[in-house]
């Protein structure tokens, strides 16, 4: 079930956020990262995949017409993990994975149980089980986002920025365990990142996105180049492809500077 993306344009307010977005295309079993400056609109695009903001053209997945689906019907098939995931919900670390889970997916509680153990123990989120929400770190908060994402087993899965609060440790954890997932379950993982690093390791299909237009996709080692980085960044940086180690995309200087 590919994800693809044609003529996809978003106002909000008065202002067009996305420009005509075409011919972008997100394979199941591979990592696509989406990649862009600040208010590019990644996250704009992620929620008008999702059907939390409106936009016209056309989003398939697969045989399937997104934007014709109703928001429940979309909801069965892709999950959207937004950038915030700060909470006040008075529920436990395990109740608010079982929550995702069952009003999701209709089956035996038993089932339901042992589907939240896995995602659990998948993500060594067990010592935590008991906690309530509200007391957890940032970054245990995001892995338990992951967690509530995956228990649902969606098709198409966006996360938005899923390693932002994350230590170096859980970062390279959770990509590679999306990366795995992905393969294994042939579900197409989407996620907006700024770490060209972890994008440049994980990734295995990139989308570049500036000032709501497409500027560039294709394999990391397609566009991740000195020259796209300087027109997308406003940097100069220096990009390593070792063969015996992952790539280095290393920000040298920033093209303009702030104050006087
Ligand atoms: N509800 C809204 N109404 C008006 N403008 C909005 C709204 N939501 C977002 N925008 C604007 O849309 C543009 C794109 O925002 P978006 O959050 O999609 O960018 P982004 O690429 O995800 O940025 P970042 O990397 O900073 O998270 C920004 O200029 C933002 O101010």
Redesign the pocket.
């Known amino acids: 079930m590919t994800l693809r993306i044609d003529r996809l344009d978003c106002t909000?307010?008065k202002?067009r956020?996305l420009r005509d977005l075409s011919g972008l295309e997100a394979r199941p079993g591979e990592i696509t990262a989406l990649i862009?400056p600040?208010?590019?609109?990644?996250?704009?695009l992620l929620k008008a995949i999702a059907g939390i903001e409106t936009a016209s053209g056309r989003i398939t997945l697969g045989e399937q017409t997104l934007d014709a689906l109703s928001l429940e019907r979309r909801s069965r098939l892709l999950y959207y993990l937004p950038?915030d995931t700060s909470t006040q919900a008075a529920l436990s670390v395990f109740e608010a994975v079982l929550l995702a889970r069952r009003t999701q997916i209709a089956e035996p509680v038993d089932s339901a149980l042992s589907a939240v153990e896995r995602a659990l123990k998948s993500l060594e989120l067990e010592p935590l089980a008991e906690r309530e929400l509200t007391v957890l770190s940032g970054g245990q908060r995001q892995r338990v986002a992951i967690a509530q994402a995956i228990v649902r087993r969606p098709k198409l899965l966006m996360l938005d920025e899923p390693t932002s609060a994350l230590d170096l440790h859980h970062q390279l954890q959770v990509l590679d365990y999306l990366q795995r997932l992905a393969r294994r379950e042939r579900v197409v993982i989407l996620l907006?990142i700024?770490d060209l690093n972890l994008a440049a390791r994980f990734a295995d299909h990139l989308w570049v996105v500036k000032q709501g237009l497409h500027v560039a996709s294709g394999t990391p080692g397609q566009v991740l180049t000195q020259e796209r980085l300087r027109e997308v960044y406003a940097i100069e940086a220096h990009v390593e492809w070792p063969s015996d180690a992952p790539p280095r995309v290393t920000p040298l200087s920033a093209l303009r500077q702030l104050g006087g």
């Open positions: 909000l307010g202002r956020i862009g600040n208010g590019a609109g990644k996250s704009t950038q907006a700024h």
